[in-house]
């Protein structure tokens, strides 16, 4: 029987979620496996990964064929160099001292990286949100300078209007004090 480590899809339409595990080559996509070795779930970024890294050399060590894809989320988090490393260890070229030591740093390495890709994008997130702010601004500012004119030109009509009924009420006032004056 071989057996492959592959991505076995769960989630919903448009929102994949992956199991990784260890099926017989004959099985379904989604049906019987053998072993759930990790998680992965590309919805995020950077994606996120869980991985039984010594379950994944195990099933490796075992003869287990990865897909391309799983075979690309076992270097990611190690497990290839892991397997790597205990293959040398086995035909006695390292100690497993010295293979737990590269793997520590190795390990200690991925995660600066991983970090500085967080950081990276995080900082290019607030980037693009002041460069929106901005934009928003110099709309609202020309949208408000546009709008001035037009404004002083309703002020205007509406001040000439007041002053026009002022006149008229005066006018009215002053001819209803001489028809008054004129009646007594």
Known sequence: MSVKIRLQRHGKKGKPFYWIVAAD???????????????????VNP????L????AVKWLQNGAQPTDTAKNILSYKGAMLKNHLVGGVRKGALTEEQAEEKFKAWLEEKAAKIADKEAGLSKAESEAKAKALAAEKAVNEAR?????????????????????????????TEEEATEEKAAE
Do not use: F, M, Q
């Open 25 to 43: 080559a004959r099985a379904k996509r989604d049906g019987r496996y053998l072993e759930k070795i990790g998680t992965y779930n590309p919805n």
């Open 144 to 172: 408000i300078e546009a709008a001035k004119p037009v404004v002083e030109e309703v002020a205007e009509e509406a001040s000439e209007e007041v002053e026009a009924a002022a006149e008229t009420t005066e006018e009215a």
């Open 52 to 55: 039984d890294v010594d379950g």
């Open 47 to 50: 994606a996120e990964i869980n």
